[in-house]
């Protein structure tokens, strides 16, 4: 029956007494007649044989056999006729596979041990009597789709009603209860509806990575397989070939699982073969020593990503391969002299192409090196406009020319290059140093570097502007210096036996000092001096007044 419908007194229409009783232990009893009225939840597809049919919905040819009994259940509409006939169309025995009554209600207590929540295509929706809606009688029918879990599609067929699609949600209050699995139809095989594919160059050392393509329904999981030439290397994802795979075809295959049905497999192929790769150089070679007659000079091998396995070096002078010069040093012989050195590293590795990589060149081979033997020295005060004047040192050969670089604080003065220089108001609070580089024909130069005895400093002057007061005195202090604008500071300021401490402003400072005696008094001004200026100190006279 279906959900909503009310009980009839169906046996008005069967003989009484003994026969009846007969016919109710060996014939499954018919259900009650149902009204056709939608619940929420509870959506009809469709109605009757012919009407669902031409729908597109299938009534398994019931329509045209419905005259018989299955599993001694009535003929004609009824819903326990209907589901014993899909069972024996699905491959079940005709008998029915229990003893004792056949009421739908009785279908899935008769039937315990397949019967659970779980819903199923093929299984058979069972409705105890009273359960959600249903009569007394109980209800059965058959699962045609599992939309989801809280989500069916069932055909079923009426006692005094007709047959009918519907779609069933959990939260309808018409959801059966239980079902029984007496022959369920597997579930739809996993299909590869676009093939696998690879993504990745096929070279060594470079990852390769499967797309399993695109499979209904969607599998739970997929394995992968790699294989070279039909042997089997690798399994997971990703693959990266290594140097046996050299020349060789990869392919992947992928095995989409969903249970319970059984794994699929598709393979893609790459569209090259393995090719070798390129060492990758983050750090070119280098020449370690003096390129000095009779001196040995080492190669520095360069980075390369990954290690190579080999590695071997070619030593050149002037451009031009030395004979004969093929391992990790080369010493300075006279034949070399005046020509610039380099040298190739050649590396190799398995399953990488042969690279190479050129050292920068060397100066030109010397014959020896120009030596200082006495160091160069600066003279002069380091005060702005004052010249200082760098004192040249001994070397050899003595004839080595030598050029001159001033700095401020270790960095280049643009244009100070001669042997003086004058200094200014930018050098303030900074190191001077004069740079000497040495040179001659096939020689090694030389650098000294001198430097100043101390920072250079401005020299602070000092005005002062007393003036007498009734036993006071008020004194005004400039305090200015060559560069420094304004001076920034204290003063210390005194006058007789009374003396004050004052912070200048914009290199200005005023204070009236009292009691001071009357009479002639020295002012005495002090400035201590900073980073950039020289201390001062000056003094002048003031008349202090009664």
Same mark, same amino acid.
């Given at each position: 029956m279906?959900?909503?419908?009310k009980?009839?007194? #169906? *046996?008005?229409?069967?003989?009484?007494?003994? /026969?009846?009783?007969?016919?109710?232990v060996a014939i499954?009893?018919p259900?009650a007649?149902v009204?056709t009225t939608?619940?929420?939840?509870s959506?009809?597809?469709?109605?009757?044989?012919?009407?669902c049919?031409?729908?597109g919905?299938?009534?398994?040819?019931?329509?045209?056999?419905n005259?018989?009994?299955?599993?001694?259940?009535?003929s004609?509409?009824?819903?326990?006729?209907?589901?014993?006939?899909?069972m024996?169309?699905?491959?079940?025995?005709?008998?029915?596979? #229990?003893?004792?009554?056949?009421?739908?209600y009785?279908?899935?207590?008769?039937?315990s +041990?397949?019967t659970?929540r779980?819903?199923a295509?093929?299984a058979?929706?069972?409705?105890?009597?009273?359960?959600?809606?249903?009569?007394?009688?109980?209800?059965?029918?058959y699962v045609?789709?599992?939309?989801?879990?809280t989500?069916?599609v069932i055909?079923?067929?009426?006692w005094?009603?007709?047959?009918h *699609?519907?779609r069933?949600t959990?939260?309808?209050?018409?959801w059966?209860?239980g079902f029984?699995h007496?022959?369920?139809v +597997?579930?739809?095989? =996993?299909?590869?509806?676009?093939?696998p594919?690879?993504?990745?160059?096929?070279?060594?050392?470079?990852?390769?990575v499967?797309?399993?393509?695109? *499979?209904?329904?969607?599998?739970?999981?997929?394995?992968?397989? *790699?294989s070279a030439d039909?042997?089997?290397i690798?399994?997971?994802r990703?693959?990266?070939?290594?140097?046996?795979?050299?020349?060789?075809?990869?392919?992947?295959?992928?095995?989409?699982?969903?249970?319970?049905?059984?794994?699929?497999?598709?393979?893609?192929t790459?569209?090259?073969r393995?090719?070798?790769?390129?060492?990758?150089?983050?750090?070119r070679?280098?020449?370690?020593g003096?390129?000095? =007659?009779?001196?040995? $000079?080492?190669a520095?091998?360069?980075?390369w990503?990954?290690?190579?396995?080999?590695?071997?070096?070619f030593?050149?002078?002037?451009?031009?391969r030395?004979?004969?010069?093929?391992g990790?040093?080369?010493? =300075?012989?006279?034949? /070399?002299?005046g020509?610039v050195?380099?040298f190739?590293?050649?590396v190799n590795r398995? +399953?990488?192409?042969?690279a190479k990589k050129y050292s920068?060149?060397?100066?030109?081979?010397?014959?020896d090196q120009?030596q200082?033997?006495?160091p160069f020295t600066? !003279?002069?005060?380091?005060?702005?406009?004052?010249? =200082?004047?760098?004192?040249p040192?001994?070397?050899?050969? !003595?004839?080595a020319?030598?050029?001159y670089?001033?700095?401020?604080?270790?960095?280049?003065i643009?244009?100070?290059?001669a042997a003086?220089?004058?200094?200014?108001a930018a050098? $303030?609070?900074?190191?001077? !140093?004069a740079?000497?580089?040495?040179?001659r024909?096939?020689? $090694?130069?030389?650098?000294q570097?001198?430097?100043?005895?101390t920072?250079?400093?401005?020299?602070?002057r000092?005005?002062?502007t007393?003036?007498?007061k009734?036993?006071?005195?008020?004194?005004?202090?400039?305090?200015?210096a060559?560069?420094?604008?304004p001076?920034?500071?204290?003063?210390?300021?005194r006058?007789?036996?009374k003396?004050?401490r004052?912070?200048?402003?914009?290199?200005?400072a005023?204070?009236?000092?009292?009691p001071?005696?009357?009479?002639?008094?020295q002012?005495?001004?002090t400035?201590?001096?900073?980073?950039?200026v020289?201390?001062?100190?000056?003094?002048?006279?003031?008349?202090?007044?009664?």
């Amino acid at each position: 029956m279906r959900p909503g419908g009310k009980t009839v007194r #169906w *046996w008005s229409k069967l003989a009484t007494g003994a /026969l009846l009783a007969g016919v109710l232990v060996a014939i499954g009893t018919p259900e009650a007649p149902v009204t056709t009225t939608p619940v929420a939840g509870s959506t009809y597809l469709c109605s009757g044989y012919a009407g669902c049919r031409s729908a597109g919905y299938s009534d398994a040819n019931y329509g045209a056999n419905n005259g018989r009994m299955y599993w001694r259940m009535y003929s004609g509409h009824n819903c326990t006729n209907y589901a014993a006939y899909r069972m024996i169309q699905a491959g079940m025995s005709t008998e029915r596979p #229990w003893n004792g009554s056949g009421m739908a209600y009785n279908w899935g207590h008769a039937k315990s +041990g397949i019967t659970d929540r779980k819903p199923a295509v093929g299984a058979i929706a069972w409705w105890d009597r009273y359960h959600n809606g249903i009569g007394s009688s109980g209800h059965v029918a058959y699962v045609e789709k599992v939309v989801s879990a809280t989500e069916i599609v069932i055909s079923e067929d009426s006692w005094g009603g007709t047959f009918h *699609w519907r779609r069933i949600t959990k939260d309808s209050g018409r959801w059966p209860s239980g079902f029984i699995h007496f022959k369920d139809v +597997g579930p739809e095989p =996993l299909s590869n509806t676009a093939a696998p594919s690879i993504s990745g160059t096929p070279q060594v050392g470079t990852k390769l990575v499967a797309d399993p393509g695109t *499979w209904t329904p969607t599998p739970r999981r997929f394995s992968y397989q *790699w294989s070279a030439d039909g042997t089997t290397i690798a399994t997971g994802r990703r693959f990266a070939p290594g140097p046996d795979q050299v020349g060789k075809a990869i392919t992947v295959t992928v095995t989409a699982h969903k249970l319970p049905r059984d794994p699929v497999t598709a393979t893609a192929t790459t569209s090259t073969r393995v090719a070798k790769a390129v060492l990758g150089n983050t750090a070119r070679p280098a020449i370690d020593g003096l390129a000095v =007659l009779d001196e040995t $000079l080492s190669a520095v091998a360069g980075s390369w990503t990954p290690s190579p396995g080999k590695t071997e070096y070619f030593w050149r002078a002037d451009g031009a391969r030395i004979d004969g010069a093929s391992g990790p040093t080369l010493k =300075l012989t006279k034949g /070399l002299a005046g020509k610039v050195i380099s040298f190739v590293e050649v590396v190799n590795r398995d +399953g990488y192409k042969q690279a190479k990589k050129y050292s920068r060149p060397t100066i030109p081979v010397a014959v020896d090196q120009v030596q200082v033997t006495t160091p160069f020295t600066v !003279s002069g005060r380091t005060e702005p406009g004052q010249v =200082l004047t760098v004192q040249p040192g001994a070397y050899t050969p !003595s004839d080595a020319a030598v050029r001159y670089t001033w700095l401020r604080d270790g960095v280049v003065i643009p244009g100070a290059r001669a042997a003086s220089y004058t200094v200014t108001a930018a050098d $303030l609070g900074a190191t001077l !140093s004069a740079r000497a580089t040495l040179s001659r024909t096939n020689y $090694l130069g030389a650098t000294q570097v001198a430097t100043t005895a101390t920072p250079v400093r401005s020299p602070a002057r000092v005005k002062i502007t007393p003036v007498g007061k009734s036993r006071a005195a008020v004194v005004r202090v400039a305090v200015s210096a060559v560069g420094a604008t304004p001076v920034t500071g204290t003063v210390r300021i005194r006058v007789g036996q009374k003396q004050q401490r004052v912070d200048l402003v914009g290199g200005r400072a005023r204070v009236r000092i009292a009691p001071v005696a009357p009479g002639r008094r020295q002012v005495r001004v002090t400035y201590p001096g900073s980073e950039t200026v020289l201390g001062a100190f000056t003094r002048t006279p003031v008349r202090v007044l009664r």
